[in-house]
């Protein structure tokens, strides 16, 4: 299983970094990537229904579908709009942040139209914005970090994502299985350890050097080399946020009783399985770029 889970990691990301050096080449940003957010929307929303689902809870099913398609779709509105104003009040997050609120309501309508009996009405609601979040929301911030860094630092942002998150999730892996002693989380996921943790923060600053060092200095345009503490403290708190992400799905696995949050992909599970740090990491690493890289 370790040999499996470390080729297909290696082949995930070699497919997602390549998908993002032909979108880093393309003479429209994004044009590439943003088509397979719209794409990978549904499934990631179709997964959270499955994990909610459960016992007597109901999340609205086509509002969490609806409502998620509308976030991530609105994360390109000031990036393709015509003449997009640059004193638009909206600004760039303001898209995506008002479809989040207009989903919402939408859940919140969608409760009005089926309502039969108080018990549980609160609980579906709070599901369905739940589900909307995960699918729509975070995954909209993997959309904004293709954006974040504008013309200078082009895809940086979201290869720093894809990398640091994705080292650390390989690292904690290894190392917990290889020298795993002493649980993280045992009620939640009893095979995270300690000893993975660390492993997992090692390999994200490796592959923050890899980003930073490496990379990043190729396909920049006249930025100035990020001090070693700006990116070994980048590569620390994307670490805790990728496991914060693994564990929330985790707690949601536990709570449905299901293994895996698919089963189209056997032994790995669908795409939450395979995304659930890159979503919690997403806006973790869009608020960090703009404090600590963008000048």
Known sequence: MLRWRLLFGTIFVAALMGLV???????????????????????????MLRLTSVRDQLPARWVVYLGSLLVVVANGVPHWWPDYPSDCPLGIMGWPL???TAAVLLAIVGELIRFDKPEGLAKNLALTVLCIGYAGLFLG??????FVGGAAWNTVPLISLLVIVKASDTGAYTVG???????LAPKISPGKTIEGLIG?????CVGAWFVFVVIGPRITEGVEPVAVWRWMFYALILTFAGV?????????????GYKDSSTWLPGLGGVLDMMDSLLVSAPVA??????????
């Open 244 to 256: 914060a992400g693994d564990l929330s799905v985790s707690l949601l696995k536990r709570d449905s």
């Open 177 to 183: 299985r290889l020298a795993g002693r002493h649980k």
């Open 21 to 47: 050096i032909l979108d880093h080449n393309l003479a429209t940003p994004g044009a590439l990537l943003f088509p397979l957010a719209i794409a990978v929307t549904p499934l990631a929303a179709a997964e």
């Open 286 to 295: 869009w608020f960090l770029w703009i404090v600590l890289f963008r000048s």
């Open 200 to 204: 997992g923060v090692l390999f994200a």
């Open 141 to 146: 911030f993997i959309v904004q970090l293709r």
């Open 98 to 100: 008002g479809a989040f």
